[in-house]
């Protein structure tokens, strides 16, 4: 299994910009696909991003195209989301999202086995 940690989050103004991180620790020598997933207060789980193990192949939620970017770094088995021009309504709970894959770019959250804890991202007005 995969082990995931989130870190970067932060309190920034509108129009600022953080970078997450996700690390992974286990069994990553398998091919993992990763998304990014929020959570505002009072709504439901929501995906933003996902990345492929194999190629590098990427997917977004239409309110986050153009403006985050997810990317990875398997020697380091790390997976960054680069979120900029960043709005109140990206305040949430952000998750990092784990399935054995080498080419898919899941969604769904259903898809996902593995999850971390999350990290707070708060963007004031």
């Known amino acids: 299994q995969v082990h995931l940690v989130e870190s970067g989050g932060g309190l920034v103004q509108t129009g600022d910009s953080l970078r997450l991180s996700c690390a992974a620790t286990?069994?990553?020598?398998?091919?993992?696909?990763v998304g990014w997933f929020r959570q505002a207060p009072g709504k439901e789980r929501k995906f933003v991003a996902a990345?492929?193990?194999?190629?590098?192949?990427?997917f977004y939620t239409d309110s986050v195209q153009g403006r985050f970017t997810i990317s990875r770094d398997n020697a380091k088995n790390t997976i960054y989301l680069q979120m900029n021009d960043l709005q109140p309504e990206d305040t949430a709970v952000y998750y990092c999202?784990?399935?054995?894959?080498?080419?898919?770019?899941?969604?769904?959250?259903?898809?996902?086995?593995?999850w971390g804890q999350g990290t707070q991202v708060t963007v004031s007005s």
């Open positions: 286990g069994r990553t020598s398998t091919g993992y696909a």
């Open positions: 999202a784990a399935t054995y894959s080498d080419y898919d770019v899941p969604w769904a959250s259903s898809e996902y086995n593995y």
């Open positions: 990345i492929s193990s194999v190629g590098g192949s990427t």
